[in-house]
């Protein structure tokens, strides 16, 4: 079983900004994807925030693109995200995910609370 676990979240300003850390319990340098949902306050569902990829180009949302910035570090088997000019409606649980292959992981969630 691999462990997920999130960091980073917290109480931040509008306009303010925030890096958050997933630290897996196995190697990185193989994951197929690594990135982040988010579930925003009354939301049923988790949506997507932020991916690397094995190979490829990181992807975004819409919703984040311009103002976020995910990013690897393969030796500490981390994944980061780095969130930029805040608004309220950015207020989430945000969740890692990784997947190998067919095999797909999540952690328990940080919260980040955007409120002046």
């Known amino acids: 079983q691999v462990q997920l676990v999130e960091s980073g979240g917290g109480l931040v300003q509008p306009g303010g900004s925030l890096r958050l850390s997933c630290a897996a319990s196995r190697s990185i340098e193989s994951v197929s994807a690594m990135g982040w949902y988010r579930q925003r306050p009354g939301g049923t569902q988790r949506e997507f925030v932020a991916?690397?990829?094995?190979?490829?180009?990181?992807a975004y949302s819409n919703r984040v693109e311009g103002r976020c910035t995910i990013s690897r570090d393969n030796a500490k088997n981390t994944v980061y995200l780095q969130l930029n000019s805040l608004d309220i409606e950015d207020t989430a649980v945000y969740y890692c995910?990784?997947?190998?292959?067919?095999?797909?992981?999540w952690g328990q969630g940080t919260q980040v609370t955007v409120s002046s």
């Open positions: 991916q690397v990829t094995g190979g490829g180009p990181e």
């Open positions: 995910r990784a997947r190998w292959g067919g095999d797909i992981y």
